[in-house]
């Protein structure tokens, strides 16, 4: 009788009055507050006719009843599936009717709507949660009969996490108990946390970097959280002198350097920085470790195998690369048509193997089938190489990759040249359909404030620099680049921005 997930995490409780959260106005929760609501609403999820595999759909606002919520999921054996606030009613739609939840939770200012949606689609159990302990999820869990935790094995789901899907669909990723246990105890060790770690934890916990990197490291850990709604630089630098340590996403620490109180005092007793989910920029690197002598420490990873590499926690963080593979993941480069196995050095398409890896696409058998290799390699669609000390370089997305008159230009290669130059902050380089050459290597960049910078100088800064095929035929200038909320660049926006621009009779 066990709960392979839920097990761990609780017999890494250590003293149940112990602070495991502290909000942003100083309200602490308690491990035993906070394992207390996750009974009540495991039982709740049971009573309401929730049974082990079902899953239970979340759209809610940062809470740290929210994380009662994914814990009481995994005790009653559901499937936790947490959803991205920014989406729409409209596409709520297509997440409950291709998950087909048997349980959904939503924000109170939008009950009615997802009650709505709910009733026409023949679905779940409709109740909300706020963020001051609104909603009606918590009136109808008070006097839920406690029930015992749910039997599940290391290979039995405990959530679906949909990626973001900047092509096509929206896939859902199903992650075992086994995937995020493993993959969380790894990191604990790996990065050293400890019942002493208290962790700036600033970012959404509907991602797999605040979930369960950040979250089930903490909770395995034994350590607390301050916990943010969200990021804001000024409760960040407020509150940094209370943590040990942060986990967050390039943007983070790209505002923190832009803010004035943002010191080497404030950071003293920190002892590590993360980054991940977008590539770190090496110069935000650098400027970090000249601000507060930090090196940060950047890892990779996807919603669809948890964490893959890191760099080291002792021994050389470098800048511009992942580091190395986590033990227990296998890591590989390939050829991105042909999967054969590229020497050291050579850049191909990244694919990992562990214990870490999902377990495929929720109804999609087909896309699953195409994106593992038949030894069990899953193709990350990531690109990139292993040099020669064994540091993991990525250099973007395959489906970045740009073709230009039958040559492969990888965007990041580009982009670096063009960060370089005098005056430029950054840059996304993206294809785009060209009559002649298939795709024309296009630069969108972002200028230093005031800097004196056009296009042809940008142009020809690169001459001697790049060889001609991967210099951009032309360069447009943006305040900033479009991002989503893990700090991603969009270039699929910035593709649909510029679609037309080589067009046959195109200005
Ligand atoms: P997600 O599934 O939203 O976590 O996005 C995963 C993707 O983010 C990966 O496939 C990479 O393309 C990208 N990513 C994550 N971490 C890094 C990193 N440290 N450097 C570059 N790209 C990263």
């Not at 739609?93 to 009733?119: K, M, N, T």
């Not at 916990?227 to 340590?245: C, G, H, I, N, Y």
């Not at 056009?454 to 943006?478: C, M, N, T, Y």
Request: glycine share 10%; net charge negative.
């Amino acid at each position: 009788m066990s709960n392979h997930l839920f097990d761990a995490i609780a017999a890494a409780i250590p003293d149940r009055g112990k602070t495991l959260i502290e909000l942003g106005d100083g309200t602490q929760i308690s491990y035993g507050r906070l394992f207390d609501l996750v009974e009540r609403l495991a039982s709740h999820l049971i009573r309401a006719g929730v049974v082990p595999g079902d899953r239970v759909a979340v759209q809610v606002e940062k809470s740290w009843e929210n994380l009662a919520l994914y814990l009481a999921c995994v005790r009653a054996g559901a499937v936790y599936l947490p959803l991205n606030t920014a989406y729409p009613l409209a596409e709520l739609e297509y997440f409950i009717g291709d998950a087909q939840p048997s349980f959904v939770v939503c924000r109170p200012e939008s009950e009615a709507g997802v009650r709505g949606l709910c009733a026409r689609l023949g679905r779940a159990t409709v109740e909300s949660l706020g963020t001051r302990g609104d909603g009606t999820l918590l009136a109808a869990a008070a006097d839920a009969p406690i029930r015992p935790v749910v039997d599940r094995d290391a290979e039995d789901l405990a959530a679906i996490l949909y990626t973001s899907g900047t092509t096509g669909r929206s896939k859902g990723a199903m992650l075992t108990h086994e995937n995020l246990l493993s993959n969380a105890q790894v990191l604990v060790d790996y990065w050293r946390f400890t019942g002493e770690d208290v962790l700036l934890h600033a970012l959404p916990i509907f991602h797999t970097h605040g979930l369960f990197v950040a979250s089930n490291v903490i909770l395995l850990a034994g350590g607390s959280m301050i916990f943010l709604p969200k990021f804001d630089a000024d409760e960040v630098v407020r509150l940094l002198p209370k943590a040990t340590s942060m986990m967050a996403v390039p943007t983070f620490y790209v505002r923190l350097l832009e803010h004035p109180g943002f010191t080497r005092a404030l950071t003293k007793h920190i002892r590590l920085f993360t980054s991940g989910s977008a590539p770190l920029l090496a110069e935000t690197h650098r400027a970090f470790s000249e601000r507060t002598g930090h090196a940060i420490l950047e890892r990779y990873g996807m919603t669809e195998t948890n964490m893959n590499t890191s760099n080291p926690y002792d021994g050389d963080r470098i800048p511009g690369t992942v580091g190395f593979p986590l033990p227990g993941v296998e890591l590989r480069v390939a050829d991105v048509e042909s999967g054969r196995v590229l020497p050291q050095g050579e850049v191909g398409v990244l694919e990992v193997r562990g214990p870490n890896v999902f377990k495929g696409y929720w109804r999609m058998p087909e896309k699953t089938q195409a994106e593992f290799r038949p030894d069990g390699f899953f193709i990350t669609g990531d690109v990139g190489r292993i040099d020669e000390r064994g540091y993991v370089h990525i250099v973007g997305r395959a489906k970045d990759l740009v073709i230009t008159g039958g040559y492969n230009v990888y965007p990041k290669e580009v982009e670096t040249e063009i960060d370089a130059i005098a005056g430029v902050v950054e840059s996304a380089v993206i294809g785009l359909p060209h009559p002649d050459f298939g795709e024309g290597v296009t630069a969108v960049v972002v200028r230093e404030k005031g800097a004196n910078l056009g296009e042809e100088d940008v142009i020809s800064a690169l001459a001697d620099r790049l060889a001609k095929f991967k210099q951009p035929k032309r360069v447009f200038f943006v305040d900033e680049l479009p991002r989503n909320t893990m700090g991603k660049v969009q270039k699929n926006v910035l593709r649909d921005t510029y679609a037309g621009t080589y067009e046959r009779g195109a200005a």
